[in-house]
């Protein structure tokens, strides 16, 4: 009820799409982040680095669930099922991509999760060779300070490239375009699970989902971000 009208939830509905408001997928953003510290950051990104400078980092995991779908249709009152659905784990593969605004320009990939070790291979790999000297294309590294990227080597590895390292906040996963194109390598595993016999493994599988990301779809993930 409101100023003395009884309003209906599809009344309400319909009103709000004629404003221009849609239906998404909630943002979430954690507790724990010191929002005027990740203001700061941001802030001091957007005014002294190009779009265009930014690499961005960080590590997903995937094993054969990740293709399942988790939404379907059904009618009212009955929950949709699938006969489809893949429910033994298999292989787990864990990935470092690295993610600029035209898409994922390389990863590295290891069977179980990162290591140590397993990171500084992969920057090695998939990251240094595509950084270019400070102010060029993809000259600022970007990740999250999980233990395993605090690592001394990392960084004088990026500053001999001639590039620089930016730290995110803590928390602040919002912050980092890669996490919201790893989602988009979920959506086109769950899409195209009928290939994954066809591609020869998991790996060949995984790197078709990653080369999936289209330039339109990486600027989308800079720009959702504020970059």
Not at 120 to 147: C, E, K, W
Not at 210 to 226: E, I, N
Request: charged fraction near 20%; glycine fraction near 8%; aromatic fraction near 12%.
């Amino acid at each position: 009820v409101y100023a003395g009208l009884e309003l209906s939830v599809s009344t309400i509905c319909r009103a709000m799409h004629k404003l221009g408001f849609t239906r998404k997928r909630l943002h979430r953003l954690a507790l724990e982040c010191d929002q005027t510290r990740a203001m700061r950051f941001y802030i001091d990104v957007t005014t002294h680095h190009a779009p265009s400078q930014l690499l961005f980092l960080d590590e997903t995991s995937k094993d054969w669930r990740a293709m399942n779908r988790s939404y379907g249709f059904a009618l009212r009152g009955q929950k949709p099922r699938s006969s489809n659905g893949i429910f033994l784990r298999g292989e787990r593969i864990s990935t470092l991509g690295a993610f600029d605004m035209n898409g994922f320009i390389d990863w590295y990939s290891v069977t179980g999760t990162f290591k140590h070790g397993d990171f500084l291979d992969g920057v090695q790999a998939a990251v240094l060779p595509h950084i270019t000297p400070f102010p060029g294309p993809r000259s600022v590294v970007i990740l999250d300070n999980a233990s395993i990227h605090k690592r001394d080597e990392f960084s004088a590895a990026v500053r001999a490239r001639g590039g620089m390292v930016l730290w995110l906040p803590p928390y602040c996963w919002h912050l980092n375009p890669i996490e919201e194109a790893f989602g988009a390598v979920r959506q086109w595993l769950m899409r195209n699970k009928h290939m994954a016999t066809q591609l020869g493994g998991t790996q060949q599988f995984l790197n078709a989902a990653f080369d999936s990301v289209t330039p339109d779809t990486a600027r989308s993930c800079f720009h959702h971000c504020g970059y």
